[in-house]
């Protein structure tokens, strides 16, 4: 019986992935007709294989869908034997969105983006803008970013806005961040950018205000309670400091998937709030579902 059980399983398995291997095939003449260049799948596997690569001790056959070698060099090899293609498409926002993630991410270095920005490329400006920036070159940074400021790109505003924090040049940097989050309230970027003002100017209500409201839209916004969190450790003046610090802080880690630390400092939340009954019962509350949720993924 276990045999049988296990053939069927296995054949089912292979049904899959060979649905999934033609849905690659078919997938890259799409991306080849529609003018993108199909090593970029090859590319955007090994990108995968690397991000698991902390599950590679287990065999393929434990996996429903894993990214075999074998697939990675099926869709490269695919890849090779198509003329190669010069691209048509060039979109400006893709662009700047794809050089700023690289020098976030620490993949693209001075000289390539000096090269780039020679061009007079925007993306190629603003990235390398966010490069001295991120060295702690505010001069270079500033000076690099005044020739796409009149882009009128929503990143040359972030990037300022930065430039001015890392200065200590706390007035001009909400001078800078403040006019265009209330143009655009429901801009999140904006409004944690402006929260991250609000923080240096000792306005902890105010980001209280401004973060909650993307929080009551999506309880899932790890960013926001980091925000929260920080606002309350520097509110030296609330009752409730390290009671709203836990709780924030076990929101964050609730949501990173650190579960079980989630509820330790929920925990010890509850155990600081005792003599605060409206914030024991949301705090007794909160920790139930989180309870409850763990307990049913165990």
Not at 37 to 45: I, R
Not at 60 to 82: G, K
Not at 131 to 150: I, M, P, R, V, W
């Amino acid at each position: 019986m276990l045999g049988t059980q296990a053939a069927l399983l296995d054949k089912q398995l292979t049904y899959s992935r060979n649905q999934e291997r033609e849905a690659d095939r078919i997938g890259m003449q799409y991306m080849y007709a529609a003018g993108y260049n199909p090593q970029s799948m090859a590319d955007y596997f090994e990108t995968m294989h690397r991000a698991t690569s902390r599950v590679s001790f287990l065999p393929d056959f434990w996996l429903t869908h894993p990214l075999t070698s074998e697939r990675m060099s099926e869709a490269r090899l695919r890849a090779n034997q198509m003329p190669k293609v010069k691209s048509r498409i060039y979109d400006v926002d893709f662009e700047i969105l794809k050089w700023y993630t690289m020098v976030v991410a620490g993949e693209a270095t001075e000289n390539q983006l000096q090269s780039l920005a020679s061009q007079k490329n925007l993306a190629g400006l603003l990235a390398l803008s966010a490069f001295y920036l991120k060295q702690g070159d505010y001069t270079q940074a500033q000076a690099t970013l005044e020739q796409a400021k009149s882009s009128g790109k929503p990143l040359v505003a972030l990037i300022q806005t930065d430039i001015y924090l890392g200065q200590n040049k706390i007035d001009q940097a909400y001078n800078s961040i403040a006019p265009l989050q209330m143009t655009m309230p429901e801009n999140k970027a904006f409004s944690y950018k402006l929260a991250e003002v609000l923080l240096r100017q000792g306005k902890y209500a105010q980001v209280q205000t401004l973060v909650q409201r993307f929080i009551n839209k999506n309880a899932r916004d790890i960013q926001g309670w980091q925000l929260l969190q920080q606002a309350a450790n520097l509110d030296k003046n609330s009752p409730l400091r390290a009671v709203n610090v836990l709780r924030y802080r076990a929101e964050a880690q609730y949501w990173s998937g650190s579960e079980e630390d989630a509820i330790k400092s929920m925990l010890h939340a509850q155990r600081l709030a005792k003599g605060n009954q409206a914030m024991s019962a949301r705090i007794d509350s909160r920790l139930k579902q989180m309870q409850d949720e763990r307990r049913m993924k165990i």
